[in-house]
C-alpha cells in the first residue's frame, strides 16, 4: 500500500489534492496558485499560436494556418453569422472565437498528463466569463433601446394581455437577469469538474483493487483504467462542446439584446 500515496502525490492519476489550490508563492497568498498558471498557461498558447499562423500568411495556406482559419471560420459562420446575423454578427466573431478557444483550452487541461485539471473546474473562471457575458448582453441592449426601453423589450411579451403580465414578467426577470449567467457558469463548472472526479474514481479505483488484499480483486484494475481511458476520451468530447454551448448561448443572448422585437 506503499505505493497509493506515492501515486497520489506526483499528480498523476488525478487525485483530491488537485481541488487544493495551494499558492506556489506564499507571500502572495491565494494570487499564484496552479490553477491561475494554468489560465494564463491557456491564454499563452492561444495568443502564440494564432501569432504564430498568422505571421506569414499565404494564399495556399500552412497546416498551421489552416486550422486557425478553420477555427475561426467555424465560430464566425456557424455562431456568430447563424445565431447573430450576418451583419451584426461578424463585429462579435473575434470575440466569440476567443472566448470559444480558451474555454477549449482550459478544458483540455483536465486530461492532459501530470496537469490532470482544468481551471473550468474551479467556479471562479467559469462565474467570471458568465459576468462578462452578461454585462455585455445587457450593456448592448441598454446601447440599442435605452434603458427603460431595454427592460421593456426583454420583460413585457407583446400582444400578450394585461393580467398576464403580473406572471410573466417575474418569470422573464429571472430568465433574464439571473438564470443567464447562472446557467452559464454552474453547466460549464458542473460539467468539468464532474469530469475530473470520473477520472479520479476509475484511476484510483485500478490502483486500489491492484493492492486489495483478495487476489480475485486485481485483474478487475485492468478493468478499471481501462474504462478510465475510454473516459478520457469521452472527456475530450466534453471539453469541446461546453466550449461550443457557452459560446452559442452567449451569442443567443447577444442576439435577443440586439433584436428589433423580442
Not at 489534492?17 to 495551494?22: A, L, P, S
Not at 455585455?136 to 400578450?160: N, Q
Not at 479520479?200 to 479505483?205: E, R, W
Request: net charge neutral; with cysteine.
Amino acid at each position: 500500500m506503499a505505493a497509493e500515496p506515492m501515486i497520489l502525490a506526483s499528480g498523476f492519476p488525478p487525485g483530491v489534492e488537485d481541488f487544493d489550490f495551494q499558492s506556489l508563492v506564499p507571500p502572495l497568498g491565494q494570487a499564484i496558485t496552479k490553477i491561475t498558471l494554468l489560465a494564463w498557461l491557456a491564454a499563452a498558447i492561444i495568443i502564440v499560436f494564432f501569432l504564430v499562423a498568422y505571421r506569414k500568411p499565404k494564399l495556399v495556406p500552412t497546416k498551421t494556418q489552416w486550422l486557425a482559419e478553420s477555427v475561426y471560420g467555424f465560430i464566425r459562420d456557424g455562431v456568430s453569422k447563424e445565431v447573430i446575423g450576418t451583419e451584426k454578427g461578424v463585429r462579435f466573431a473575434p470575440y466569440l472565437a476567443t472566448l470559444f478557444c480558451f474555454i477549449l483550452v482550459m478544458n483540455i487541461f483536465g486530461i492532459v498528463p501530470f496537469l490532470q485539471i482544468s481551471p473550468n473546474s474551479h467556479i471562479a473562471f467559469p462565474a467570471f466569463l458568465a459576468i462578462i457575458t452578461y454585462v455585455m448582453f445587457i450593456y448592448l441592449g441598454v446601447r440599442k433601446h435605452g434603458a427603460w426601453g431595454y427592460i421593456k423589450h426583454s420583460l413585457i411579451l407583446p400582444g400578450v394581455p394585461l393580467p398576464m403580465h403580473f406572471l410573466l414578467v417575474p418569470i422573464e426577470f429571472v430568465s433574464t437577469f439571473l438564470v443567464r449567467p447562472i446557467s452559464l457558469a454552474v453547466r460549464l463548472f458542473a460539467n468539468m469538474f464532474a469530469g475530473h472526479l470520473l477520472l479520479l474514481v476509475f484511476t484510483l479505483g485500478g490502483v486500489a483493487l491492484i493492492n486489495a488484499e483478495t487476489i480475485w480483486f486485481r485483474p478487475l484494475s485492468v478493468v478499471s483504467w481501462a474504462v478510465a481511458i475510454v473516459m478520457t476520451f469521452f472527456e475530450l468530447v466534453v471539453a469541446a462542446l461546453q466550449a461550443y454551448v457557452f459560446v452559442i448561448l452567449t451569442a443567443s443572448y447577444v442576439e435577443s439584446s440586439l433584436a428589433d422585437e423580442h
